[in-house]
Structure formats: structure tokens, C-alpha cells
């Protein structure tokens, strides 16, 4: 399985950006799909999550509610986050993660998810 999270760069404030993640030798249909972010000497933090069932729920850290929306492609089998009116506070290294497996109590929890990508860099300046 491999997820190639790409779409981070450095940008203003109050700009936008969306986040791909494609997935490889995994059907992301059936999965919980995440993103996290993490800035140095900071635990990974959760970010957004999409439930695994159709019309899945979805989850927003409180910091990020009503500016990124995680989205899904399961033609393409990739997520998304879209990214609007960015604050310098949202620079972090951001990560995508899926799960087949979780429960809806645990979607926000990064120590319950099996794949990650590798994460992109986003940086917004003041």
C-alpha cells in the first residue's frame, strides 16, 4: 500500500490549497480516510476524517471547522483537503492516513490508523 500525499507550498494568509493523497494497492472506498498535521516538537495532530460507510461522517478539529473540507474521489482512489482563508498557524507537515477497520469513536485518534503517506509540507506566511 502506498499514499503519495502531494499539493503542500508556501502561500499567504488567507490563501488556499488542496491536499491530494492517492492511494495505491488499496481500495480507498471502503476505508476512513484522515488527515493530520505535524509541526517540530509537537505530537501528530488530528486535522479532518471521513467515516468508512457510505455518507460517512466526518470530523474536524475545532481549529479548521468551516475553512477545510476532506473530500474523497473513489474513481481516482484519492482524498483530498481543501484548504481556504490558511493561517500562518496552519504550517505543518500534513499527513494522510486510512483505515479499514475503525470505529466511528476512534476516527480522530492517530495511533489507530494502519497506512500513512509520507506528508507535505505547508507554509503560510503572514
Known amino acids: 500500500v502506498q499514499l503519495q500525499a502531494s499539493g503542500g507550498g508556501l502561500v499567504q494568509a488567507g490563501d488556499s490549497l488542496r491536499l491530494s493523497c492517492a492511494a495505491s494497492g488499496r481500495n480507498l472506498s471502503r476505508d476512513t480516510v484522515a488527515w493530520f498535521r505535524q509541526t517540530p516538537g509537537k505530537e501528530r495532530e488530528f486535522v479532518a476524517s471521513e467515516f468508512r460507510f457510505t455518507g460517512g461522517t466526518t470530523r474536524y478539529t475545532d481549529s479548521v471547522k468551516g475553512r477545510f473540507t476532506i473530500s474523497r474521489d473513489n474513481a481516482k482512489n484519492t482524498v483530498y483537503l481543501q484548504m481556504n482563508s490558511l493561517k500562518p498557524e496552519d504550517t505543518a507537515i500534513y499527513y494522510c492516513?486510512?483505515?479499514?477497520?475503525?470505529?466511528?469513536?476512534?476516527?480522530?485518534?492517530?495511533?489507530?490508523?494502519?497506512?500513512w503517506g509520507r506528508g507535505t509540507l505547508v507554509t503560510v506566511s503572514s
Open positions: 492516513a486510512v483505515d479499514g477497520s475503525l470505529i466511528l469513536s476512534s476516527i480522530t485518534n492517530a495511533q489507530q490508523y494502519d497506512f
